[in-house]
T-cell receptor, first 116, second 115 residues
């Protein structure tokens, strides 16, 4: 079965420190991977995606993610966390069996808390 | 304009009421989606429209009725809902189906409470 795992319910980081939010996936074929962020009572905002090419993907607000095919991972990173980065982060992969329909398989989400 | 708008922001309705949620985008996207999201959970896909035609219905109960009047608008008609239907309803759009690399743009959602 196609799936996405975010092994940590919550990640706590001090402001100014680097942060990592983990994501692993299990899909057939080449994955299309996405990261979204959700602030309280808001919709999801697209951060970045990996489709093909360079394994290091740069996205919005200073975030980047590293695609690792051998470890089937797509971890989200930022060199220096801000308190305003505190939010709920979702990793997602396109369901390869959804035909032409862009159905996304979401991870359970990781709450990032950045402390001053 | 890279925004998806949704109205209303909040909705409280009784189980016998009929109400509608509205979603609008002006990015020229031809695929539009409805999701349901419970607190602290990932969004669950409900419906997908492609070129104003319903392409996916994820076995959603008939008390939810989607409608796509034109390429910019998406409605979700609600009737005889249950308290467990209380959730954040998100609308999203993407350029077109068949383009799996395209990200989806989400609206801010409608917070629905069913009494």
């Amino acid at each position: 079965a196609q799936s996405v795992a975010q092994p940590e319910d919550q990640v706590n980081v001090a402001e100014g420190n680097p942060l990592t939010v983990k994501c692993t996936y299990s899909v057939s074929g080449n994955p299309y991977l996405f990261w979204y962020v959700q602030y309280p009572n808001r919709g999801l905002q697209f951060l970045l995606k990996y489709i093909t090419g360079d394994n290091l993907v740069k996205g919005s607000y200073g975030f980047e993610a590293e695609f690792n095919k051998s470890q089937t991972s797509f971890h989200l990173k930022k060199p220096s966390a801000l308190v305003s980065d505190s939010a709920l982060y979702f990793c997602a992969v396109r369901d390869p069996y959804s035909g032409g329909y862009n159905k996304l398989i979401f991870g359970a989400g990781t709450r990032l808390a950045v402390h001053p | 304009d890279t925004e998806v708008t949704q109205t209303p922001k909040h909705l409280v309705m009784g189980m016998t009421n009929k109400k509608s949620l509205k979603c609008e985008q002006h990015m020229g996207h031809r695929a539009m989606y409805w999701y349901k999201q419970k607190a602290k959970k990932p969004p669950e896909l409900m419906f997908v429209y492609s070129y104003e035609k319903l392409s996916i219905n994820e076995s959603v109960p008939s008390r939810f009725s989607p409608e796509c009047p034109n390429s910019s608008l998406l409605n979700l008609h609600l009737h005889a809902l249950q308290p467990e239907d209380s959730a954040l309803y998100l609308c999203a759009s993407s350029q077109a189906l068949g383009r799996g690399a395209d990200e989806q743009f989400f609206g801010p959602g409608t917070r629905l409470t069913v009494l």
